[in-house]
């Protein structure tokens, strides 16, 4: 997978009616874990599964708020860091979440400045190359 967004999108979306047996060991049997792991990740979207592009970010949505108490949200930016956001109410209150109150909290979301990602940490040795 080219990133982790790619990798994410592949398991949310994939289908067992296009697992193919003529499709190749490899693909095969990378679809049949790809299957498991979406039961993994499907937890929490049993009122919507989305996907959305906002601005530098996009990502999943896992359920709807006018639906559910509690919506989760995979979030990656340009440079396919991922955020993890959970956005609810506690049990038994008045509080209400719309979608336009995730948006705003997306829309908010920006790196710490001077934290890298695994993939741009490079060893000692190769900074002084």
């Known amino acids: 997978m080219k990133s982790n967004y790619a990798f994410l999108h ?3 979306y994939l289908t067992p009616e296009q697992i193919s047996l003529f499709s190749g060991w ?32 996009k990502g999943f949505q896992k359920g709807d708020p006018h639906k559910s108490d509690i919506v989760s949200i995979d979030a990656f930016d ?10 609810g109410k506690t049990k038994g209150t008045r509080g209400v ?10 829309s908010t979301i920006e790196a710490l400045p001077g934290v890298e990602t695994p993939n741009e940490v490079r060893s000692p040795s190769a900074q002084h190359r």
Do not use: M, P, S
């Not at 340009?78 to 956005?87: F, P, S, T």
């Not at 979440?97 to 997306?106: P, Y």
């Open 10 to 12: 592949a398991v949310l």
């Open 97 to 106: 979440i719309t979608q336009e109150d995730v948006n705003a909290i997306l």
């Open 78 to 87: 340009d440079r396919d860091r991922e955020y993890e956001v959970w956005v």
């Open 26 to 57: 490899k693909r095969l049997v990378r679809d049949g874990i790809f299957l498991q792991l979406k039961h993994i990740e499907v937890v929490g979207a049993e009122t919507g599964l989305y996907c959305f592009q906002l601005g530098r970010l």
